[in-house]
């Protein structure tokens, strides 16, 4: 999960072609164009220890070729943003929402004194394309002309591709099996026109993306990521180590874990009529949630959403009303949440 925003993509699709989008994710594969992701290169002696310092996993194990989730906190446990941090031989590439890339150096900045760390950042100079749905890895296998392509989540590799040379890493940012591909900004056209002569790939628009990552409980920086809620609340759990000792709001995120002090949760919705993000839903008169995304699924035709809701609803099944409508809220897990 890279907790990124999607495609680069401003042309409305008609329902028939979101279907096909959708379809694609699901059970083909799909591509979009991530170029908006940040891109941060993090070189020194002391990148890695000092980002394993400043975020929730330990990162201190990572060698060359591998990659892992991270969730960079402020000091009261807050979500600055959740991070893919790539170690390659030379230095850390650190993936970032499209709108705190520069937060981020500064962030790191700010913690930086006697370190050996140099941020660049390469989002302008470089091009990143991902694939998303169980055919990807045949696609890139296809197209690859040299290097093998990572077939792990968590690696990554150069491949040549279109006569380029690309980072390739398995990510599964959507939920499913998915990789990314970043290469330099000068090469991106002929990748992506690479990509898009091969066979069984489908360019697929911002519509059908949300609606697999509503599905999927994927969150995004912007709406269930944010300094409003912490890792435990956003189900970052996976991403939270309990044992590597100190980072930055460390024993707040400890505390809250150790006496069961969240109290919030975030959960997939079921909309039965019109609800618009940043809604309120109550319970017998009072505040018991807020909705952080809807999408409509193509293929079951429903109003689906995310939100934040009290820890101590259930599961599943729990009816809200949305504030201000006749539309409810029918509470579901998310995929993963169970853990």
Request: proline share 4%.
């Amino acid at each position: 999960m890279a907790g990124t925003s999607p495609a680069t993509l401003t042309e409305p699709r008609s329902s028939l072609s979101i279907r096909a989008d959708y379809e694609a994710l699901q059970s083909g594969a799909g591509l979009l164009d991530r170029s908006r992701v940040g891109r941060i290169s993090f070189a020194g002696d002391d990148a890695l220890d000092l980002l394993h310092r400043l975020s929730t996993n330990d990162l201190l194990g990572l060698e060359a070729g591998q990659a892992v989730n991270t969730v960079l906190t402020s000091p009261k446990g807050r979500i600055v943003d959740l991070l893919y941090v790539l170690r390659r031989d030379a230095d850390v590439l650190v993936m970032t929402a499209p709108e705190t890339r520069r937060k981020v150096v500064d962030w790191v900045d700010f913690y930086t004194f006697a370190e050996d760390v140099e941020a660049r950042d390469l989002t302008c100079e470089t091009a990143m394309f991902s694939l998303s749905g169980p055919g990807a890895e045949g696609v890139l296998e296809g197209l690859a002309e040299g290097g093998a392509v990572p077939a792990g989540v968590g690696e990554h590799a150069e491949v040549r591709l279109a006569g380029a040379c690309a980072r390739v890493a398995r990510s599964d940012f959507l939920g499913g099996r998915g990789y990314d591909l970043i290469v330099p900004s000068e090469a991106g056209q002929a990748v992506r026109n690479g990509l898009c002569a091969a066979g069984g790939l489908r360019p697929v628009g911002s519509e059908a993306y949300e609606a697999v990552r509503v599905e999927r409980g994927v969150p995004v920086y912007g709406k269930e990521l944010g300094e409003s809620y912490n890792p435990l609340e956003a189900g970052l759990l996976d991403y939270v180590s309990f044992t590597k000792g100190c980072y930055v709001g460390q024993e707040v995120v400890t505390r809250l874990n150790t006496y069961q002090k969240v109290q919030k949760r975030l959960a997939g919705l079921i909309l039965d009529g019109g609800a618009a993000t940043g809604a309120r839903l109550m319970l017998d008169g009072k505040q018991a949630g807020v909705i952080t995304s809807t999408a409509v699924s193509p293929v079951r035709g429903a109003r689906l959403g995310l939100g934040y809701v009290r820890r101590t609803l259930p599961a599943e099944g729990a009816v809200l009303q949305v504030e201000g409508s006749r539309a409810t809220a029918r509470v579901t897990p998310v995929p993963g949440s169970e853990r």
